[in-house]
């Protein structure tokens, strides 16, 4: 996708089929750019060869898949050239049956521009209008209602593809500007139309990946958010908990060179340069001469620190070195061309295969929530160490000491308590979710879709899975703060401090027992828009 800026100052973006970056898409599915979208006169001509090729086979009384025949097992039935556009429209509606929750906001504008660059690339047989009709029910925010359950992943998105062409052609409810509308009312309001389908047209809109697609590349760039929060967490974590910024030497884990792990060793260790902590790995401290006889010495600290601050490089550096291919696995799938069949103008052929297949997807998005799963897990076990008395190295049970004399009656506040037994929920959720959903592949369709990825199935797990990550840190960044209040904030690091100021900004500390519902989602927003990995700049 290349982008310019038109004489109006308004960005626009030329989608070509071939270069549109996850960021690009994120963007566009917040509403985080004001922008037009257009497609490429590259893939204008080449989308108009291709629908060229199919006329003139059609018009030959060639049998192609889904153009002239029926579909998966009626695919022995021949269609007749003037029925073509019924049945196109055919396919759209007796897919209308999906179940579940309605997709977000996000995910659908997502799905739309996947959907328009995939097509782009010029290999389905469509007219460019098509892609660009796409489009412009992006820029006039007419959004289909999709529901989320339906998809086994191949022959794609089949179920939640055709609401999204169903809005296309004008047919059901459609989300606009905030209101929920039939579509051919958005349509007038905005100066629309719906689009009439003609041959293969429905089929290339729903027979591909970009329902998945939209998930995935959503829980992509909110996994960079939660590894960078991740690795603030751990080091305010060993700050707090007067830890050993040894751990995170470079030269330990040069000696173990994934780049994952080196990346959150560097970042831990930077963001605890200059802290108040008086200890590295190495010195021994003590508070009193060796007893005579003892043979030991008294520690003030102990050399080690447990397996949750110190191994922290070698849980949230395997969801960076997962995040660099899963980004490149689903980089691939929204610039390539996933429907069936395909036309090669070149050679003047029409080519049935596969390319719906969710593999790539399913198996990347088993793998990323695994990943976040295990940072979930490893925040909660953080946060456990540090509300307990026995391990926190003289915090208060809990993170609360009352400022009122009369409220320090033993056992009348409890602080933090109900929180860690929230992040245990939430962590325990996510570690449910993490079975390989690519591994239930289910034959059907009699038998003509019985190889499945199930890929939609895990970049939903995958998205869930984010969603309770990110309240997991949410939690314990709250705990981490309400830890700094009593050792001082004086005892951070400049570059963790930063982190500090920006939750306390939104959330005040808890001098006794109240909700803090409100507190969780005000952090997890700092957490999404990107704010708390400025503040301290990690990458």
Not at 414 to 420: D, I, R
Request: glycine content about 10%.
């Amino acid at each position: 996708m290349t982008s310019t800026i038109d004489d109006d100052v308004q960005k626009s973006l030329f989608v070509n089929g071939h270069d549109l970056t996850l960021r690009e898409v994120a963007d566009v599915a917040c509403g985080a750019l004001p922008l037009r979208l257009k497609v490429d006169p590259d893939a204008i001509s080449r989308m108009a060869d291709s629908h060229g090729l199919k006329l003139r086979l059609i018009d030959l009384g060639l049998p192609i898949y889904g153009v002239t025949t029926g579909f998966g097992d009626s695919s022995t039935r021949q269609i007749s050239p003037e029925k073509t556009a019924d049945l196109q429209r055919n396919l759209v509606v007796y897919h209308l049956n999906g179940t579940g929750p309605e997709s977000s906001r996000e995910v659908v504008r997502a799905t739309l521009l996947i959907r328009a660059n995939c097509l782009a690339r010029g290999h389905s047989g469509i007219r460019p209008a098509l892609a660009a009709h796409l489009l412009a029910m992006l820029e006039n925010d007419v959004l289909p209602i999709i529901p989320e359950r339906g998809s086994v992943g191949a022959s794609g998105d089949l179920v939640p593809l055709c609401y999204l062409a169903s809005a296309v052609i004008g047919v059901g409810t459609v989300r606009y500007r905030g209101r929920d509308l039939p579509a051919t009312e958005a349509y007038e309001d905005c100066g629309m139309g719906p689009f009439v389908l003609e041959a293969k047209e429905g089929l290339a809109l729903i027979n591909g990946t970009s329902f998945m697609s939209a998930f995935s590349v959503l829980a992509v760039e909110g996994a960079k958010e939660i590894a960078a929060v991740a690795d603030l967490c751990t080091a305010l974590g060993a700050q707090v908990m007067l830890g050993n910024q040894g751990h995170y030497d470079r030269f330990i884990h040069e000696q173990k060179p994934h780049p994952g792990q080196l990346a959150c060793a560097e970042n831990i260790s930077r963001l605890m340069r200059g802290s108040g902590l008086s200890h590295t790995q190495g010195e021994v401290l003590t508070s009193d001469p060796m007893p005579s006889g003892t043979g030991y010495y008294r520690l003030d600290h102990p050399v080690q620190d447990r397996y949750s601050l110190r191994c922290a490089p070698g849980v949230t550096g395997v969801l960076r070195d997962l995040l660099e291919w899963s980004e490149k696995w689903v980089s691939i799938e929204i610039n390539s061309t996933n429907d069936n069949p395909l036309f090669d103008a070149g050679e003047n052929v029409v080519r049935s295969g596969g390319n719906f297949y969710g593999g790539h997807i399913g198996q990347s998005m088993d793998g990323l929530k695994l990943a976040l799963a295990n940072v979930a897990d490893l925040l909660d076990r953080q946060l456990a160490l540090i509300v307990d008395e026995k391990f926190n190295n003289g915090l208060p049970a809990n993170l609360v000491r009352p400022v009122e004399p009369e409220d320090w009656q033993a056992g009348l506040h409890h602080g933090f308590k109900g929180m860690q037994i929230a992040a245990s929920s939430l962590a325990a959720e996510a570690l449910k979710l993490t079975m390989p959903a690519s591994a239930f592949s289910r034959s059907t369709e009699a038998h003509n879709q019985d190889k499945v990825s199930m890929g939609t199935i895990a970049a939903r797990d995958a998205r869930t899975v984010l969603e309770l990550t990110e309240q997991v840190a949410a939690i314990h960044l709250l705990a981490l703060c309400q830890a700094v209040d009593f050792r001082g904030p004086e005892l951070l690091s400049p570059g963790s401090r930063p982190a500090y100021d920006l939750v306390r900004e939104h959330v005040p500390f808890a001098a006794g027992d109240r909700r803090m519902d409100a507190d969780i989602h005000a952090v997890v927003a700092l957490i999404r828009s990107g704010a708390l990995r400025k503040s301290c700049a990690v990458s």
